[in-house]
């Protein structure tokens, strides 16, 4: 595989958290920044999405924000961005997402995270896309949620097993690693 040229990344917008996961968002958005990869992500400037934001742009790199207006309405984009594209629903958010990104990270989030990492998971399974979705278990954030995949698993409710369908990673370098293999 080629390194991809766009990297879709999925994380939360609280900034309640803790400090690993800053950390983390901070470290991924300068690295692909550094590695000339764009940044496309949610849009907003709270939480982890802003700070990875900032910092892939204070590393010089290209960001992109897709944002539905009902949440720009609420003042909660980026305005810094190096392109913000304002779209009608969050299911055309998503989808503009996956159709410009060569890849995806879901780092640590909440609800919404976890919807867009299970969507492309899906789109993927159904062969709607073959792009890598590497899930960054920062500090073990996602740990029961493998747990959870893999009693899906175990349970045979994914054909052919879902490690065929993503990749975990437990830190920022092995996050990089998958990208450039």
């Keep these: 595989m080629v390194s991809p ?40 400037r709270v939480g982890l999405m802003g700070l990875l934001a900032d910092a892939a742009l204070a590393a010089g790199g290209r960001v992109v924000g897709i944002i539905p207006g009902h949440l720009q ?10 392109e913000l594209v304002v779209v009608e629903s969050m299911h055309e958010r ?14 640590p989030g909440g609800l919404g995270t976890l919807d867009e990492a299970f969507e492309v998971v899906t789109w993927k399974q159904l062969r709607l896309h073959d792009k890598p979705v590497v899930i960054a278990d920062i500090a073990g954030y996602w740990a029961p949620l493998i747990t959870l995949l893999d009693h899906i698993d175990t349970e045979r409710f994914v054909s052919g097993g879902y490690r065929r369908l993503l990749t975990v990673a437990g830190d920022i370098d092995q996050v990089l690693e998958i990208l450039a293999a």
């Design 73 to 82: 309405a609420l003042e909660v984009d980026h305005a810094g961005l190096t």
């Design 5 to 44: 040229s766009s990297v879709c990344v999925y994380c939360g917008s609280s900034a309640r958290v803790n400090d690993v996961y800053k950390e983390a968002a901070q470290r991924l958005g300068a690295a692909l920044a550094r590695a000339g990869i764009e940044v496309v992500y949610g849009g907003g």
């Design 94 to 107: 998503k989808r503009m997402m996956v159709e410009r990104s060569d890849a995806f990270v879901i780092l």
